[in-house]
Nanobody
Framework: QVQLVESGGGLVQAGGSLRLSCAAS????????MGWFRQTPRKEREFVSA????????WYADSVKGRFTISRDIAKKTVYLQMNSLKPEDTGVYYC?????????????????WGQGTQVTVSP
């Protein structure tokens, strides 16, 4: 049973930084893709970033490239999302996701496991 627990959200001013963590438990994740998505009331769940657990290949949405960095600590079974130069439009609930045999990393339906989400609010 895969379980994902996010932490690290909060309130920050525009231009500030936050680091989100996703603690994973369950079977070995060697063939998993780990992703971060965010959701606001006005939009569907939006892809933010993803990382291959074994090889460490990374993917980013265009809107966060150069500002966000995804990484993982295999020993701690934890995925991180370092968010710098935050903007008000980054506000939303951020979800960690895990999936096997992911074909399209940016599609939320590719992931079978989700955390409960953590709120990120960026004030102007």
């Amino acid at each position: 049973q895969v379980q994902l627990v996010e932490s690290g959200g909060g309130l920050v001013q525009a231009g500030g930084s936050l680091r989100l963590s996703c603690a994973a438990s369950g079977p070995p994740f060697s063939d998993y893709i780990m992703g971060w998505f965010r959701q606001t009331p006005r939009k569907e769940r939006e892809f933010v970033s993803a990382i291959g657990w074994s090889g460490g290949t990374t993917w980013y949405a265009d809107s966060v490239k150069g500002r966000f960095t995804i990484s993982r600590d295999i020993a701690k079974k934890t995925v991180y999302l370092q968010m710098n130069s935050l903007k008000p439009e980054d506000t939303g609930v951020y979800y960690c996701a895990a999936g096997r045999r992911v074909v399209v990393v940016s599609t939320w339906s590719s992931y079978g496991y989700w955390g409960q989400g953590t709120q990120v609010t960026v004030s102007p």
